[in-house]
């Protein structure tokens, strides 16, 4: 079913999120959720699809995204998600989303800089990218350390998730 994370981590995503996608969906934007995933970070921790009605899902695995409309219906969504198997680097560079959430994606993305630009592109005048991501601790010199020497492992047993990527500086 996915991985399971402690709940005041889950709460932490769902409390960074929630009102973002809240002022989109009042607006009845078009959202995008790039790399959903099975555990649905954005709808995982309570109702935060609540009244949405244009949402697309987006993860290159067809088992990852096997249960995502079932998740985001019964988390207060209202319309008919689109589910869709592909890399962020598929999706059409003509601006089209109001909103694009990612959560613990572009560290295993297979190329940042292009991954964050085809965003920009996807973005409509206006629209929002909204992230939690885990990134390189520079400001920690020890936990930097620590983060190079387990990248190597976590990049194996955790679909090429690199634990000191410099994600921030690239979104920046």
């Known amino acids: 079913d996915g991985l399971t994370y402690a709940p005041s981590y889950t709460k932490h995503v769902h409390d960074h999120l929630a ?5 989109a969906a009042a ?3 078009k959202i995008l959720e790039v790399g959903a995933g099975s555990t649905l970070w954005s709808v995982n921790e309570g109702k935060i699809y609540t009244g949405v009605e244009d949402v697309t899902f987006l993860d290159p695995s067809a088992i990852n995204l096997s249960k995502a409309g079932g998740v985001f219906n019964s988390n207060g969504g209202t319309g008919r998600p689109r589910v ?5 680097e598929d999706v059409t560079s003509t601006p089209h989303y109001d909103l694009i959430l990612s959560v ?3 560290c295993s993305v297979e190329d940042l800089r292009t991954s964050i ?11 929002s990218y909204a992230f939690v991501e885990h990134v390189r601790a520079d400001d920690d010199p ?3 350390t620590v983060q190079t020497a387990l990248s190597p492992l976590q990049q194996l047993v955790a679909d090429g998730c690199s634990l000191d990527r410099r994600t921030l500086s690239v979104v920046e």
């Open 104 to 106: 613990f994606t572009m």
């Open 19 to 23: 009102p973002t996608v809240a002022a």
């Open 84 to 88: 869709v198997q592909g890399k962020l």
């Open 117 to 127: 630009s085809t965003i920009k592109s996807a973005l409509k005048t206006g629209g």
């Open 27 to 29: 607006t009845e934007s």
């Open 142 to 144: 020890a936990f930097r």
